[in-house]
């Protein structure tokens, strides 16, 4: 099965390899994928949870599985955090607010040197958000840029460490967005 990020440029970007998958709360797991001629590995996955509802379930891909939060936010290593919306709880408004709070927490406050690229990521959020909507967050090492994909196709590219550090901030930080999330990523 082959998904078509962005047509013209990266026509087989994300492949998902030919095994089984598991679901977890209506969404595949899939063990491997292979990015850019890179096999990722299913490192964890968990359920973003608020007042009791289930919103979206996270997935962490990463060349190597790995434990250490720090370790992963800090490497260069090609990486793929996805979410999928299970939840139609979930507005625009309300995810711009959580992931600009999520940006102040990664970021001990400090988003003004990323700021624009905060921006450029909120555009993501623009079209309406519902349940079945699958966001995904590569970092594409080679080129050091985070690819913002949603449902299939590229809606933002930004450049920069410092950004995709604080994104993968967001759920892998020391104040993350949902604890029980962060260690179903770290698979523990």
């Known amino acids: 099965m082959q998904t078509v990020i962005h ?3 990266f026509v087989s970007l994300l492949v998902t390899l030919a095994m089984p998958s598991v679901a977890y709360k209506g969404v595949n797991l899939d063990k491997n994928i ?3 001629d890179t096999q990722l590995t299913l490192n ?3 359920v973003r949870e608020k007042w009791f ?4 379930v996270g997935k962490l891909y990463l060349k190597e599985k ?3 939060a720090a370790a992963i936010i800090g490497s260069n290593q090609p990486q ?5 919306i299970i939840s139609n709880k979930i507005t625009n408004s309300k995810m711009k607010d959580a992931v600009n709070e999520g940006f102040k ?9 990323i700021q624009k690229n905060i921006a450029t990521l909120m555009s993501a959020f623009q079209s309406k958000i519902k349940k079945g909507d699958v966001f995904q967050f590569f970092w594409d090492s080679t080129h050091s840029t985070t690819r913002i994909i949603k449902n299939g196709q590229e809606v933002a590219a930004i450049d920069g460490m410092a950004f995709k550090q604080a994104l993968f901030g967001i759920w892998l930080g020391d ?3 949902d604890k029980k999330l962060k260690k179903g990523l770290l698979g523990l």
């Open 66 to 68: 790995s434990n250490n």
């Open 53 to 56: 509802f289930d919103l979206y």
């Open 80 to 84: 793929l955090l996805e979410l999928a």
């Open 7 to 9: 047509p013209l440029v």
């Open 105 to 113: 927490n990664a970021t001990g406050g400090n988003t003004k040197p």
């Open 44 to 46: 964890g996955y968990g």
């Open 175 to 177: 104040k993350p967005a």
């Open 34 to 36: 292979i990015v850019h």
